[in-house]
């Protein structure tokens, strides 16, 4: 993998996985899926894609269904149960995605690691780096097709798996502050970390296994805010943008 030690150093990144909160699709504070924000999105793609980076899509499901909707005293559905619920979800915001960008010209392919052959080809690292080098969009659905884990470590996993240079999480905000800048507009806005600093500042990235997963295979994660339009070619073309979280130069 071809990843500089200094984040002040222009990227290139050949292969990526963008990571997508399943909100990322919905109005903001709304549920559900929104064409727009989908076609926005899928627009960003196509572009960051024609610039001949090979992207894998890694989406999550929140914006239908919240494993947390089913926790309390009074739960009927089981964590597992709501788990592989969760995995249906992601499965649903990948299909819209895959309309999307279809629709704009772009071939995918989606692939899944829970089975659901009528809609999905099931999760083959083989076939899904052959379809990378074939210049496809892969959007990988239904994380690892295990309960208790979550799509930020379904992207750090398929990372690995895939050669990944980079994970690159999309956000609503700038990349990573001290503290949530919604709440406290004196945020501090951190340009670099290290894994280890993530960990000891207990900075909400992603969840702690996918940071050890990318901290042991030396997987930089760039964060970003994808609100701004062309931020996700930006960041695979390699801009200064976002907070980029891997090995500093000595």
């Known amino acids: 993998m071809s990843v500089p030690d200094d984040p002040a150093t222009p990227l290139r990144f050949n292969r990526v996985i963008l990571k997508l909160s399943g909100e990322s699709l919905a109005d903001s504070g709304q549920r559900g899926i929104s064409g727009e924000e989908v076609e926005c999105i899928a627009r960003q793609i196509k572009q960051a894609h024609e610039s001949g980076c090979q992207i894998a899509v890694v989406i999550g499901g929140g914006n239908i269904l919240r494993g947390a909707q089913f926790s309390g005293t009074h739960a009927i559905v089981q964590q597992a149960t709501a788990h592989y619920m969760g995995m249906m979800a992601t499965v649903i915001n990948s299909m819209a995605m895959q309309d999307a960008l279809e629709s704009l010209g772009c071939t995918t392919r989606v692939m899944s690691a829970i089975a659901v052959d009528t809609v999905a080809e099931p999760f083959i690292r083989r076939r899904a780096l052959r379809h990378l080098e074939k210049r ?13 884990v979550t799509t930020d470590t379904a992207a750090a996993q398929r990372a690995l798996e895939l050669g990944a240079d980079a994970v690159l999480k999309a956000t609503r905000v700038d990349g990573v502050y001290s503290e949530d800048p919604e709440k406290n507009p004196h945020a501090v806005l951190y340009e670099s970390l290290t894994y280890a600093e993530v960990v000891e500042k207990n900075l909400r990235v992603m969840d702690a296994t996918a940071i050890a997963l990318c901290r042991e295979h030396r997987v930089p994660i760039l964060v970003f805010n994808f609100k701004h339009n062309g931020n996700i070619v930006r960041a695979v073309t390699g801009e200064p943008i976002g907070t980029w979280i891997g090995k500093r130069a000595v």
Request: glycine letters at 16%.
């Open 136 to 148: 496809r969009v892969v959007i990988l659905a239904a994380g690892i097709g295990r309960p208790f």
